[in-house]
T-cell receptor, first 111, second 112 residues
Framework: EPEVTQTPSHQVTQMGQEVILRCVPISNHLYFYWYRQILGQKVEFLVSFYNNEISEKSEIFDDQFSVERPDGSNFTLKIRSTKLEDSAMYFC?????????FGSGTRLTVV | QQQVKQSPQSLIVQKGGIPIINCAYENTAFDYFPWYQQFPGKGPALLIAIRPDVSEKKEGRFTISFNKSAKQFSLHIMDSQPGDSATYFCAASKGSNYQLIWGAGTKLIIKP
């Protein structure tokens, strides 16, 4: 069964550093998303991406965040200057017709 | 109006019992209501989903009941098993951007 692949599975970074979280969505999917989940809390929408541009973003997705689909297969989330409160599980998802497939997530720890 | 309220926060059921998890929404523009199952350390996995023109949908041991007038929907798990122990999230979406609005999650434990 096709999978959404995320790397790395765990990243530890110092506050103020830049991180790039990587995702390989399912190849024929058209919509791509980043969500995050702070430990034990609800899943929060960050951004959706369609047709090579952001289609919607939440208030969490401020100027510190950016997304790219650099080569037609990868989908990245960059956090320019990480804060302690960015520590969370970050999930990439893709869909063709509303049945999201999520990756296993990247646990980001900001110290 | 964007919220989806989920209850209970946690639930313990004996094996073979029927756990029921409830969700309520306000925004009548929502037109897609999925349930996700999440195991520790894993991403959410789609279990079952329903649209508002249907009052019930079954897939295996999982059933969604949908009450459009009350703006509520619920997940029932028939013949529950210890392997069903997980966190369950309801969600809702509207429009073409497919953004999901999530409930807070229910931690379900099925006792052997």
């Amino acid at each position: 069964e096709p999978e959404v692949t995320q790397t790395p599975s765990h990243q530890v970074t110092q506050m103020g550093q830049e991180v790039i979280l990587r995702c390989v969505p399912i190849s024929n999917h058209l919509y791509f998303y980043w969500y995050r989940q702070i430990l034990g809390q609800k899943v929060e929408f960050l951004v959706s991406f369609y047709n090579n541009e952001i289609s919607e973003k939440s208030e969490i997705f401020d100027d510190q965040f950016s997304v790219e689909r650099p080569d037609g297969s990868n989908f990245t989330l960059k956090i320019r200057s990480t804060k302690l409160e960015d520590s969370a599980m970050y999930f990439c998802a893709s869909t063709l017709n509303r049945g999201y497939t999520f990756g296993s997530g990247t646990r980001l720890t900001v110290v | 109006q964007q919220q989806v309220k989920q209850s209970p926060q946690s639930l313990i059921v004996q094996k073979g019992g029927i756990p029921i998890i409830n969700c309520a929404y306000e925004n009548t523009a929502f037109d897609y209501f999925p349930w996700y199952q999440q195991f520790p350390g894993k991403g959410p996995a789609l279990l079952i989903a329903i649209r508002p023109d249907v009052s019930e949908k079954k897939e295996g041991r999982f059933t969604i009941s949908f009450n459009k007038s009350a703006k509520q929907f619920s997940l029932h798990i028939m013949d529950s098993q210890p392997g069903d122990s997980a966190t369950y999230f309801c969600a809702a979406s509207k429009g073409s951007n497919y953004q999901l609005i999530w409930g807070a999650g229910t931690k379900l434990i099925i006792k052997p």
